[in-house]
């Protein structure tokens, strides 16, 4: 025990915290963050695009993209023309054979169910659709 030297004729104890242990406990939990930091880390699995020697260059004139909407009731219009629901699949296969495909551009109501949008998107994906893309029409909504 530390004892102070006052003015005082007496020596009375000093009422000072030891630190000590503190700094012992803290330099332990230091080396065992820095030994598990590195086993917390992960690599995460990215496929990246690899580089093509034949790189074709862009088509200047892309087709026409396809306007598919599907209003509240579930009905389709293929470029603002109605369309059976199964004459879609059929369609979509010829589009998709085409050399240059062209884009699909799907335009929903926000009343429309959901089932109805999963079965078109299952129809595009069959017909081996490659360019699906979701529009929104301000002027509709």
């Not at 003015?7 to 104890?13: D, F, I, L, T």
Request: no cysteine.
């Amino acid at each position: 025990m530390a004892f102070s030297t006052g003015s005082s004729g007496g020596s009375a104890p000093m009422a000072d915290m030891n630190v000590t242990p503190l700094v012992d406990v803290m330099l332990v939990l230091l080396i065992i963050f820095m030994v598990t930091a590195p086993a917390m880390t992960f690599q995460i699995q990215i496929d990246l695009p690899q580089p093509v020697k034949d790189l074709k260059p862009p088509e200047r004139d892309p087709p026409e993209p396809i306007r598919l909407k599907i209003d509240a009731g579930g009905q389709l219009f293929w470029n603002d023309m109605p369309m059976p629901r199964n004459a879609l699949g059929p369609s979509l296969m010829i589009e998709a054979a085409r050399d240059v495909q062209p884009t699909l551009e799907l335009d929903t109501s926000p009343e429309v169910q959901y089932q109805v949008l999963t079965e078109v998107l299952a129809e595009a994906k069959n017909a081996n659709m490659k360019k699906i893309g979701f529009v929104e029409d301000s002027n509709q909504y």
